[in-house]
């Protein structure tokens, strides 16, 4: 008996961790691991640091397509720069168009804010968490 509980515990453990609901799978756009840091201190990355703004980084770390970076005023968010419900193509490179992103290939619009749009597939969201003036987009 005195085996078990310790062995309960620790599966108790393992079952409970969680990846908070993180779900970034999208059939159409593959999955990269990065880490990529923008300094919001610099001039490149400084429209970060306003409420509705955003980049378009296109590293050759972050994937085929590039990343949108976007200060939602509460946080930051990150979404893969591919179209998510379209094969990877020469007209699957979202473009900005204010708060949304488009695509051009079906013009479908995907909110910022939130990485959804009508279509089946939301844009593909990447953690972005801030330490310092150092924003930094991982997978």
Request: proline content about 6%; some cysteine.
């Amino acid at each position: 008996m005195k085996k078990i509980i310790p062995l309960l515990l620790i599966s108790l453990l393992f079952f409970s961790c969680s990846d908070n609901g993180f779900n970034n799978n999208n059939p159409y756009i593959p999955n990269y691991n990065f880490s990529v840091a923008f300094n919001l201190s610099l001039p490149q990355y400084s429209n970060l640091n306003y409420v509705s703004n955003a980049i378009y980084y296109a590293g050759p770390e972050v994937g085929p397509r590039g990343i949108y970076v976007f200060n939602t005023g509460a946080g930051y968010n990150a979404f893969d720069a591919a179209c998510p419900n379209q094969a990877l193509s020469n007209c699957s490179t979202l473009t900005r168009d204010g708060i949304n992103l488009v695509c051009p290939c079906d013009d479908e619009e995907y909110s910022l804010f939130t990485g959804q749009g009508k279509l089946k597939y939301p844009l593909k969201q990447y953690r972005a968490e801030l330490n310092g003036n150092i924003l930094r987009v991982y997978n």
